[in-house]
């Protein structure tokens, strides 16, 4: 009798830990997910041009499942206090859905971070950066969007390989800046404090010092890998623990007398 | 007998040739070739001795090196810019008197020429010696003139051909899609099994109970549930 007590007390004992555990976990969560979708880099109007901003989604669903986790955890708390079959029961069913969508979430994430690759960025670059002839609103939106923030990025770097982009590859900028004044947009030569370059002919020759040789890519796929796997790989973790306190909650339920 | 004339004539006329070939500036200057410009090294130290001379730059396609007179002169339409490529073979440009180009050359200034950056004066008869951008890929052979007034005093080697970048269309870039990755596919396999098991363990949770199975199959259970019933039929009795 003694010792099934002692077990009992064990069990909840674990079980409420468990439980704080997952609270706390959903309030990181929620706190990281929110840091994601703020897009401190602003690098969200690259992904909405691709159509492909479904690690957004993802962040976004983390969220609120950050906050059913904290909810639900302290429902599991109270249900294994009290021992009440209801309550747990109630407990296991809400966690179980939203384990599934947290489960989306991370697999979502791992996906469409799989689809960020280099020739992607390249493509809408050279599609896009100040392309004039817009077809629709939307268009114009996605455009200026990506326009705003090459722009932006170009003030470290050029390309996404490098500047050498802009003279392998016909675009949309080549269109309405020959190449001879434009061997490279004048964004990526580097700049004195009132926003001129310092030495427009050397950026236009290339020469080490006046322009930016080095490509984008890094800048774009690292905030962007980070989100992703953070998303990913935090949802992992909360998942694992998560499966063990539900399989230790079903058999106490299981266990719980009338 | 006709080489023999020529030369004949090129003494006569004071031409000298020089052996220098122009080339393009080294490796570390990125554009120094695009799709409608190039970059040369300036011919430093090689017209010393015409201090008096411009120095002129000829740039010729394959017929126009073939077919070219050393007695060209910068001014003439036939060898001007715009009727270039269509109606002339070759043109003069970038002119420039000899001590710009004085020996020797400065140590750490970038001493170079960039054929094909003035695009205001392209289309501009009136500026023949337009240094003006190359109207296709090309490709290009140039070589330096030395001219005293008209008349030409000496002449470089003319270049290895120029050919410059031709850009390609965005739609050929292969394959925008990525591969799946190790980690996607153990992040969806492992989550998938842990849910499978929890679905699982769930089933059979409310199934052992009073859901679905046919009363209780654990020992446990039962023993639990018979010392209740056991209480509860003993208070009544003990207050009897």
Redesign the interface.
């Given at each position: 009798m003694a010792k099934t007590d002692n077990g009992i007390r064990i069990c909840q004992g674990l079980l409420i830990l468990g439980n704080v555990v997952i609270g706390m976990c959903g309030i990181a969560l929620t706190a990281e997910c929110i840091f994601f979708v703020s897009d401190p880099h602003g690098l969200y109007p690259l992904l909405e041009a691709t159509e492909n901003n479904d690690i957004y989604a993802a962040a976004w669903i983390g969220i609120f499942v950050g906050f059913a986790l904290l909810a639900l955890s302290i429902l599991g708390i109270v249900g294994v206090m009290k021992s009440s079959k209801t309550l747990l029961l109630v407990y296991?069913i809400l966690m179980?859905i939203t384990?599934?969508f947290e489960?989306a979430s991370?697999?979502t994430a791992?996906?469409h971070?799989?689809?960020?690759?280099p020739?992607?960025f390249?493509?809408q670059m050279?599609?896009r950066y100040m392309k004039s002839d817009t077809d629709n609103n939307n268009d114009k939106q996605m455009t200026e969007g990506v326009t705003k923030t090459w722009d932006n990025l170009m003030l470290q770097c050029c390309g996404v390989h490098g500047?050498?982009d802009w003279?392998?590859?016909?675009?949309a900028f080549?269109m309405t800046h020959?190449?001879?004044?434009y061997?490279w947009p004048h964004n990526c030569c580097v700049m004195n404090t009132r926003s001129e370059p310092i030495n427009l002919?050397g950026c236009?020759?290339?020469?080490?010092g006046f322009?930016n040789?080095n490509g984008c890519y890094d800048a774009i796929s690292g905030p962007l890998n980070r989100q992703a796997?953070g998303v990913?790989?935090f949802g992992?973790a909360i998942?694992?623990w998560t499966?063990c306190v539900?399989?230790g909650t079903?058999?106490y339920?299981?266990?719980i007398?009338? | 007998m006709h080489p023999l004339l020529l030369l004949l004539l090129a003494t006569a006329h004071g031409l000298d040739k020089l052996s220098y070939k122009p080339t393009l500036v080294g490796g570390n200057v990125e554009g120094r070739m695009t799709g409608s410009t190039f970059v040369l090294e300036q011919p430093r130290c090689v017209f010393d001795s015409y201090s008096t001379a411009n120095i002129w730059l000829v740039v010729a396609t394959r017929e126009g090196m073939d077919a070219f007179n050393d007695s060209a002169q910068p001014g003439m339409p036939e060898w001007s810019f715009q009727r270039f490529p269509t109606n002339t073979s070759a043109y003069l440009t970038l002119g420039a008197m000899q001590y710009h180009y004085g020996c020797p050359k400065p140590d750490r200034e970038l001493t170079v020429l960039r054929v094909g950056s003035e695009t205001d004066c392209a289309d501009n008869i009136s500026v023949p010696n337009c240094n003006g951008p190359l109207p296709g890929p090309g490709p290009y052979w140039v070589k330096f003139l030395a001219l005293n007034g008209s008349e030409p005093t000496a002449t470089t080697e003319w270049s290895g051909p120029i050919t410059l970048k031709t850009a390609r269309e965005p739609q050929s870039i292969p394959g925008t899609g990525g591969a799946r990755s190790g980690a996607m596919i153990a992040i969806t396999a492992i989550l998938s099994v842990l849910l499978a098991i929890l679905l699982a363990a769930l089933l059979a949770t409310l199934c052992s109970s009073e859901a679905c199975g046919v009363g209780s199959f654990r020992p446990d259970a039962a023993s639990i549930r018979r010392y209740n019933t056991h209480h509860v039929y003993d208070q009544p009795a003990a207050r009897l």
């Amino acid at each position: 009798m003694a010792k099934t007590d002692n077990g009992i007390r064990i069990c909840q004992g674990l079980l409420i830990l468990g439980n704080v555990v997952i609270g706390m976990c959903g309030i990181a969560l929620t706190a990281e997910c929110i840091f994601f979708v703020s897009d401190p880099h602003g690098l969200y109007p690259l992904l909405e041009a691709t159509e492909n901003n479904d690690i957004y989604a993802a962040a976004w669903i983390g969220i609120f499942v950050g906050f059913a986790l904290l909810a639900l955890s302290i429902l599991g708390i109270v249900g294994v206090m009290k021992s009440s079959k209801t309550l747990l029961l109630v407990y296991i069913i809400l966690m179980l859905i939203t384990y599934a969508f947290e489960m989306a979430s991370c697999i979502t994430a791992a996906t469409h971070r799989d689809f960020l690759t280099p020739n992607l960025f390249l493509k809408q670059m050279l599609e896009r950066y100040m392309k004039s002839d817009t077809d629709n609103n939307n268009d114009k939106q996605m455009t200026e969007g990506v326009t705003k923030t090459w722009d932006n990025l170009m003030l470290q770097c050029c390309g996404v390989h490098g500047p050498l982009d802009w003279q392998e590859y016909t675009s949309a900028f080549r269109m309405t800046h020959n190449d001879a004044d434009y061997p490279w947009p004048h964004n990526c030569c580097v700049m004195n404090t009132r926003s001129e370059p310092i030495n427009l002919d050397g950026c236009k020759l290339g020469v080490p010092g006046f322009y930016n040789s080095n490509g984008c890519y890094d800048a774009i796929s690292g905030p962007l890998n980070r989100q992703a796997w953070g998303v990913a790989w935090f949802g992992f973790a909360i998942l694992c623990w998560t499966f063990c306190v539900l399989l230790g909650t079903m058999f106490y339920w299981s266990r719980i007398a009338y | 007998m006709h080489p023999l004339l020529l030369l004949l004539l090129a003494t006569a006329h004071g031409l000298d040739k020089l052996s220098y070939k122009p080339t393009l500036v080294g490796g570390n200057v990125e554009g120094r070739m695009t799709g409608s410009t190039f970059v040369l090294e300036q011919p430093r130290c090689v017209f010393d001795s015409y201090s008096t001379a411009n120095i002129w730059l000829v740039v010729a396609t394959r017929e126009g090196m073939d077919a070219f007179n050393d007695s060209a002169q910068p001014g003439m339409p036939e060898w001007s810019f715009q009727r270039f490529p269509t109606n002339t073979s070759a043109y003069l440009t970038l002119g420039a008197m000899q001590y710009h180009y004085g020996c020797p050359k400065p140590d750490r200034e970038l001493t170079v020429l960039r054929v094909g950056s003035e695009t205001d004066c392209a289309d501009n008869i009136s500026v023949p010696n337009c240094n003006g951008p190359l109207p296709g890929p090309g490709p290009y052979w140039v070589k330096f003139l030395a001219l005293n007034g008209s008349e030409p005093t000496a002449t470089t080697e003319w270049s290895g051909p120029i050919t410059l970048k031709t850009a390609r269309e965005p739609q050929s870039i292969p394959g925008t899609g990525g591969a799946r990755s190790g980690a996607m596919i153990a992040i969806t396999a492992i989550l998938s099994v842990l849910l499978a098991i929890l679905l699982a363990a769930l089933l059979a949770t409310l199934c052992s109970s009073e859901a679905c199975g046919v009363g209780s199959f654990r020992p446990d259970a039962a023993s639990i549930r018979r010392y209740n019933t056991h209480h509860v039929y003993d208070q009544p009795a003990a207050r009897l």
